[in-house]
């Protein structure tokens, strides 16, 4: 066990200390040579060294380089150093984290980073967090606690019940809600096409002064952090309506809410603390190893009843949290072990430094670009940048030669009616370098000097 542990020690470490001087998207005959990986299985097993050494050769140059300094694509974090050493630990002991029973170190690490997560983006002591697997798992917990809610407020009971005859309430959404948001209202039996959509303004922010009349039957769900732009709904005026009708507002912050640990980027934020039920995402900013969200419910009450699992004596209840009770899994890793290790390694300056360092450079690239002619769409207002090369043709023709060019990669996306490349700077492992770096062969690819 311990040659097989360093060994792979020595081949993780050749791994990662080439990741900048290879192409972020790996080479077609890369992922052409996986075929090496399949085959029937045989019947006699082998050496775990000859497995690692196969997995390795054949799988790390088929990888993506989103641990490297240049990957922006969709919003994608690295791994911390501390991060992805408690990973590695945490699969040494490999925990199970349902219950305090199965692991007293994976529950204690819950209830610190619960608290020190509330803490870091100001929400309201005392809610409830599970630890789920990121934030489309979040908005579905979260959500699940907002119908329950709603309906045990209308004398429904749809933990035992479900949602066959239950009273109808209303799901209000903003033009530019994230699809995971919707994704987990179909999962929990509300449609989507009975949806009130409230319109947006050019960043993408939902316009409080078109928001329908609110009432106890209602959830609102606003973004802080839109995924196209970084724009953040105006939380404190909806949320000052929602409370006044007795309405719930749920947050996505998937990766917006981390803004809230700089008193830079904080303001953006002013009023979300006021909803009642927010998402978070971990393996974004905060830079932990996949996956990893938080999905937290100021009421706790709320998710423990939504998460709840009727009658199941061998579940163990001891005298303080039960993990199991705040998600819809049971049996699950130990996902507190690298948010403590990320948290405890960062600090609240180094977690402040690594926002403001991205956000920083999210604009050094919007600036470059825009020097070079190219069209910025967007408010840089977070770690977002949409640039149009042109023509819908030109910028797909663009975004496809610098995903073949690997020097960085980037995606695209339909912004207000134009096709735009987006940029997103959510690593640690980002320097200055790799953004001039960047910058300069999008120019150079775009044609421009
Ligand atoms: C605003 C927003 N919400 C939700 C999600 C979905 O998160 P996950 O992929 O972790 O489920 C994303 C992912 O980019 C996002 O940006």
């Given amino acids: 066990m311990k040659d097989l542990l360093n060994e792979t020690a020595r081949r993780a470490a050749r791994y990662l ?23 029937v299985l045989p019947e006699a097993g082998c ?51 349902a219950m305090q029973a199965m692991s007293p170190i ?11 997560t509330l803490d870091l983006v100001g929400l309201p002591a005392g ?44 799901v209000v959404v903003g033009e530019e809600v994230h699809i995971s948001v919707l994704r987990a209202l179909t ?17 993408g922010r939902m316009r409080a002064d078109s928001l329908p009349a609110l009432d106890a039957q ?36 998937a990766f917006g809410l981390w803004g809230a640990a700089s008193p830079k980027y904080a303001p953006l934020l002013d009023g979300v603390d006021h909803a009642d039920s927010w998402a978070i995402d971990c393996h974004k900013w905060l830079n932990v190893p996949y996956d990893s969200g938080l999905a937290v419910v100021r009421n706790p009450e709320d998710l423990r009843r939504a998460m709840s699992w009727g009658n199941a004596a061998y579940l163990t209840q001891s005298a303080g949290r039960e993990p199991w009770q705040y998600t819809p899994d049971a049996s699950r890793r130990a996902r507190g072990v690298e948010l403590w290790a990320a948290m405890k ?16 450079q999210a604009r050094l690239f919007a600036d470059r670009l825009r020097s070079a002619g190219f069209e910025i769409l967007n408010e840089v207002v977070l770690n977002q940048v949409l640039v149009s090369f042109g023509s819908a043709e030109e910028t797909l023709r663009v ?7 690997g020097t960085c990669w980037c995606a695209g996306t339909q912004w207000h009616g134009h096709t735009a490349m987006r940029i997103s700077v959510s690593s640690w492992a980002t320097t200055d370098e790799d953004v001039e770096q960047s910058a300069a062969a999008m120019i150079r690819i775009a044609g421009r000097k």
Wanted: aromatic share 6%.
């Fill in 47 to 97: 050496d775990p060294t000859e497995v690692l050494a196969v997995l390795d050769d054949v799988g790390s140059p088929a990888t993506v380089a989103t641990t490297g300094g240049r990957y922006f694509g969709f919003v994608i974090g690295g791994t911390l150093p501390a991060a992805l050493a408690a990973n590695w630990m945490a699969g040494a002991w490999d925990q199970n984290a």
């Fill in 127 to 170: 809610s409830a967090v599970g630890f789920v697997t990121g934030t489309t798992m979040a908005n579905f917990s979260a959500l699940a606690a907002a119908r329950s809610a709603l309906l045990k407020r209308a004398g429904w009971n749809v933990e035992e019940d479900g949602m066959f005859g239950a009273p109808a309430f209303r």
């Fill in 218 to 253: 209602t959830v609102v769900c606003i973004q802080a952090g839109n995924v196209n732009t970084g724009a953040f709904d105006p939380a404190r005026e909806i949320c000052a309506r929602a409370r006044d009708a007795g309405a719930w507002v749920h947050v996505d912050g």
């Fill in 345 to 360: 390694s960062l600090g609240r300056s180094g977690l402040r430094e690594l926002i403001e360092r991205n956000c920083r």
């Fill in 106 to 116: 994976a529950a204690k690490l819950e209830e610190i980073v619960l608290n020190w």
């Fill in 17 to 39: 200390d080439g990741i900048n001087d290879r192409p972020v998207a790996p080479k077609p005959e890369h992922v052409a040579g996986l075929e090496a990986l399949a085959g």
């Fill in 187 to 203: 999962l929990l039996g509300l449609g989507r096409s009975r949806l009130t959509r409230v319109p947006a303004d050019d960043q």
């Fill in 399 to 405: 975004i496809a030669a610098i995903q073949s060019d």
